[in-house]
């Protein structure tokens, strides 16, 4: 079981935005994040906990291993507003994501 | 880099079956895994089930064990899922996405198709 906290994180725009998900037992760094915006599909940002999927922005970073991890975006940009979920692919062939967070403008 | 193109939105009756499709371009299509994952309105992501278009060894989340099949057209590079016995909960919209080889990530996702269950 994946949490994510806080549910719901208001940012100014130019402000870090720190999200975090934890996982109820390890799932090493088998661990990606999502973002997705009203009416569109996922975006894949970062997997096996920290690697920038092609073309995601330098502000993205993912850490952690285990059980605790975290997606920090650096200077919110108005793009960056959206849901941003995390997801393991620990124990193949079950692929839970968690519940989201969303980042909302302050 | 890829490109996943599902079929149109549908509307059916509980009960009946739905058959989703989603057809890729632009990459090796047996080289990727497969997964669908469903999104009911205002709701998080549910991943349902994956094929592998290699072998087309498909397997599914417990919860849709008895209900979902997944299957693939490698001669027209498509995979298609059929969810029977729908319910009104299952009312959502339905994603194929792509897994990267060796970390099965999702880097490429459909479009999206919106399934309405309603009597």
């Known amino acids: 079981v994946l949490t994510q906290s806080p549910g719901t994180l208001s940012v100014s725009p130019g402000q870090r935005a720190t999200l975090s998900c934890r996982a109820s037992?390890?799932?090493?760094?088998?661990l990606a994040w999502y973002q997705q915006k009203p009416g569109q599909a996922p975006r894949l940002l970062i997997y096996a906990a920290s690697t920038r999927a092609t073309g995601v922005p330098a502000r993205f970073s993912g850490s952690g291993s285990g059980t605790e991890f975290t997606l920090t975006i650096s200077s919110l940009q108005s793009e960056d507003f959206a849901v941003y979920y995390c997801?393991?692919?620990?124990?193949?062939?079950?692929?839970?994501f968690g519940p989201g967070t969303k980042v909302d403008i302050k | 880099q890829g490109l996943l193109v599902q079929s149109g939105a549908e509307v059916k009756k509980p009960g009946a079956s739905v058959s989703v499709s989603c057809q890729a371009s632009?990459?090796?299509?047996?080289?990727?895994?497969m997964h669908w994952v469903r999104q009911a309105p205002g709701q998080g992501l549910e991943w349902m089930g994956m094929?592998?278009?290699?072998?087309?060894?498909?397997t599914s989340a417990p919860m849709f064990q008895d209900r979902l099949t997944v299957t693939r057209d490698t001669s027209t590079s498509t995979v298609s899922m059929e969810l029977s016995s729908l319910r009104s909960d299952d009312t959502a919209v339905y994603y194929c996405?792509?897994?990267?080889?060796?970390?099965?990530?999702?880097?490429?996702w459909g479009q999206g198709t919106k399934v309405t269950v309603s009597s």
């Open positions: 997801q393991q692919y620990n124990y193949w062939p079950s692929f839970t």
């Open positions: 037992q390890t799932v090493n760094s088998n």
């Open positions: 094929i592998n278009p290699s072998g087309g060894s498909a």
């Open positions: 996405a792509r897994a990267t080889p060796g970390t099965s990530a999702f880097d490429i």
């Open positions: 632009g990459y090796s299509f047996s080289t990727y895994y």
